[in-house]
């Protein structure tokens, strides 16, 4: 089956690190992702990880995942306040019957002076 | 900003009534996916359009429907509303169907049912 799911709320200082987790059900998913969403916007793709990899780094974001539990989380260093939005994480498969995005609740971030 | 264009921005409808929305995939793109995002909730997919084909169907029923033009730019079209089709409706826009290539989204556009 298909679910993604996600703490709804974490708050943080500035310049501290932000850890936002996941957890999924589907084994069989290839692809994971990490989207940010601000007010009023659609969503930005941050970055995304391989279901065979552990780790990926991109500048102050660091996805971890393991798949044996399935967690994916992202970890934010120094925090800004321009961080403060609704982070979701996503998987998808491919299939010849398209490329879906099964998406979490969202975790709003919101990060304090 | 994307280059993925959504119309309206925002419309009120009654229940009952049908609505259709616009969306303008970016600049070679061939697919564009349809996303529906109620209030507090993460997106979830509607369809995708490849080449003027539907080719992925989420749980959506009948009255939810969509067409791709040869420019590649869509319409979904939601017939006989009711107040739980208020929501965010997403449309990202991708080239290729299947391969792992970078959704870009569009702002969305709010659909309030009254």
């Known amino acids: 089956g298909e679910d993604v799911e996600q703490s709804l709320f974490l708050s943080v200082r500035e310049g501290d690190s932000s850890v936002i987790n996941c957890t999924y059900t589907?084994?069989?998913?290839?692809?994971l992702y990490w989207y940010k969403q601000e007010p009023g916007a659609g969503l930005q793709l941050l970055t995304y990880?391989?279901?065979?990899?552990d780790m990926k780094q991109d500048q102050r974001l660091t996805v971890l995942l393991n798949k044996k539990d399935k967690h994916l989380s992202l970890r934010i260093a120094d925090t800004q306040t321009g961080d403060s939005a609704i982070y979701f994480c996503?998987?998808?498969?491919?299939?010849?019957?398209?490329?879906?995005?099964?998406f979490g609740t969202g975790t709003q971030l919101k990060v304090e002076l | 900003e994307t280059g993925v264009t959504q119309s309206p921005t925002h419309l009120i409808k009654t229940r009952g009534q049908q609505v259709t929305l616009r969306c303008s995939s970016q600049?070679?793109?061939?697919?564009v996916s349809w996303y529906q995002q109620a209030l507090g909730q993460g997106p979830q997919f509607i369809f995708q359009?490849?080449?003027?084909?539907?080719?992925g169907r989420g749980n959506f029923p009948p009255r939810f429907s969509g067409l791709q033009f040869p420019n590649y730019s869509s319409e979904l079209n939601v017939n006989a509303l009711e107040l739980d089709d208020s929501a965010l409706y997403l449309c990202?826009?991708?080239?290729?169907?299947?391969?792992?290539?970078?959704?870009?989204f569009g702002q969305g556009t709010r659909l309030t049912v009254v």
């Open positions: 990202a826009s991708r080239q290729g169907a299947s391969e792992n290539t970078e959704a870009f």
């Open positions: 589907d084994s069989s998913s290839t692809y």
């Open positions: 990880i391989f279901s065979n990899m």
């Open positions: 996503a998987e998808t498969l491919l299939t010849g019957g398209g490329n879906k995005l099964t």
């Open positions: 600049s070679g793109h061939n697919t």
């Open positions: 359009y490849y080449r003027e084909e539907e080719n």
